[in-house]
């Protein structure tokens, strides 16, 4: 049995549907009230928990034998967090893990962990690695680049005029497609075991290119953004806008460091050619597109029944039925 956690998010929806379409049996760690019910066509089974709550993450290592981590809060909120998710969370997980024994521990990191200080969400990732190392159980960690989603949230915030400008140092945007294969790759493979992995597309752009391929995708003019200067200092502001500034510098980090990385590695990994950047940001755009039209987005939806696993699209609407599993009965 295969568990990932924050399988509701981009990456971990690519891994869950790879490892239902090669024959395995997966387990969605998943939060009440999540939209885990876009996962029910796959077949795959559901575990309600929270990384917040060791007593529910037990429950879902029960006969699990890799675990995929997946997880991580987007947006920071007070209870939601890289503090009480990315560290302790993943802390209390990786621990019992050893406990259960399980075969390999795939963690899901990024590339800035290693190679920018002064970033929360990178300083929480760089802790996990450390704390997933010392706990014991065999293990993976693959640091990727940016994938074609996070590409057009930067592009979003920028057009917006709250996000960075684009730098000129280097980095590999990868398409998520790419990042969920090789992590299955690396878990199944001895030769990774143990292992560190920096991932990334086989082309190199430059922060301000990437912004500019992004908004080529997505019909747009290239957008101006704030100055690194300014983003920088921005970055920097404390309470009561925190959660704004580390967004910031985290995409500061992306479109300003030097995050390039030898695309061969991932192709290697992975046993094949990687994917096409530019077809990944085509392909995001139209699904963003489509699920920004209700009448598209009714037609796709998956029955939210949390034990549904066949299903017709366009058979019930979403506030008519229940956010998780009804009440036991006694």
């Known amino acids: 049995m295969n568990l990932v956690t924050g399988a509701t998010g981009?990456?971990?929806?690519?891994?869950?549907?790879?490892?239902?379409?090669?024959?395995?049996?997966?387990?969605?760690?998943?939060?009440?009230?999540?939209?885990?019910?876009?996962?029910?066509?796959?077949?795959?089974?559901?575990?309600?928990?929270?990384?917040?709550?060791?007593?529910?993450?037990?429950?879902?290592?029960?006969?699990v034998r890799t675990l995929y981590v997946a997880s991580g809060p987007r947006l920071e909120t007070r209870d939601n967090h890289h503090g009480n998710v990315t560290e302790a969370g993943h802390r209390a997980l990786f621990g019992l893990a050893r406990e259960r024994g399980l075969r390999r521990v795939v963690l899901l990191s990024c590339l800035?962990?290693?190679?920018?200080?002064?970033?929360?969400?990178?300083?929480?990732?760089?802790?996990?690695?450390?704390?997933?190392?010392?706990s014991g159980p065999p293990f993976t960690i693959l640091r990727s680049s940016l994938h074609e989603h996070q590409a057009l949230d930067l592009l979003d915030r920028a057009e917006a005029g709250w996000g960075p400008?684009?730098?000129?140092?280097?980095?590999?945007?990868?398409?998520?497609?790419?990042?969920?294969?090789?992590?299955?790759?690396?878990?199944?493979?001895?030769?990774?075991?143990?292992?560190?992995?920096?991932?990334?597309?086989?082309?190199?752009?430059?922060?301000?290119?990437?912004?500019?391929?992004?908004?080529?995708?997505?019909?747009?003019?290239?957008p101006g953004g704030l100055s690194p200067r300014l983003a920088q200092v921005l970055s920097r502001l404390g309470r009561p806008v925190r959660r704004y500034a580390h967004r910031l510098a985290e995409d500061r980090a992306w479109l300003h460091e030097d995050l390039a990385v030898d695309g061969l590695i991932g192709a290697r990994v992975k046993g094949g050619?990687?994917?096409?950047?530019?077809?990944?940001?085509?392909?995001?755009?139209?699904?963003?597109?489509?699920?920004?039209?209700?009448?598209?987005?009714?037609?796709?939806?998956?029955?939210?029944?949390?034990?549904?696993?066949?299903?017709?699209?366009?058979?019930?609407?979403?506030?008519?039925?229940?956010?998780?599993?009804?009440?036991?009965?006694?």
């Open 10 to 63: 981009r990456v971990g929806t690519a891994l869950v549907r790879q490892l239902r379409a090669a024959g395995q049996e997966v387990r969605a760690l998943v939060r009440k009230g999540s939209e885990y019910y876009w996962l029910n066509d796959t077949g795959c089974r559901f575990q309600f928990g929270d990384l917040r709550d060791p007593e529910s993450l037990s429950r879902a290592l029960q006969g």
């Open 112 to 134: 800035g962990a290693s190679r920018v200080q002064g970033v929360r969400a990178f300083e929480a990732r760089l802790q996990a690695e450390h704390d997933l190392a010392e």
């Open 165 to 222: 400008s684009g730098g000129e140092r280097p980095l590999n945007p990868i398409a998520i497609a790419d990042i969920a294969a090789i992590a299955i790759a690396a878990g199944s493979g001895s030769s990774w075991e143990n292992r560190v992995l920096e991932v990334g597309g086989a082309e190199a752009l430059t922060g301000a290119e990437l912004l500019r391929r992004a908004a080529a995708a997505a019909g747009r003019a290239a």
């Open 273 to 330: 050619p990687l994917s096409s950047f530019d077809q990944a940001l085509q392909d995001a755009v139209a699904e963003r597109a489509a699920m920004a039209d209700p009448e598209e987005r009714e037609r796709r939806m998956v029955h939210p029944q949390f034990y549904a696993t066949v299903y017709q699209p366009g058979v019930a609407r979403l506030g008519d039925l229940p956010s998780g599993p009804p009440p036991r009965r006694t």
